[in-house]
């Protein structure tokens, strides 16, 4: 299922960090002090990688999947 901007603000945070995934390897990762990154994870040489897109709200929804 696709994340929504509504998704998105009101993603709570938890004890640990936690990841709220959209697609094509794109997540909104959730810190315990309720701070939220765009993050994208990919794969190189066989390796996973991530790659850190911005800070939610800075970095929309439209921008992060562009």
Known sequence: MSLTDTGCKNAQPSEKSRKVSDSKGLYLEVMPNGSKYW???YRFV???KRLALGVYPEVTLKEART
């Open 46 to 48: 066989g390796k996973e």
């Open 39 to 41: 993050r994208l994870k």
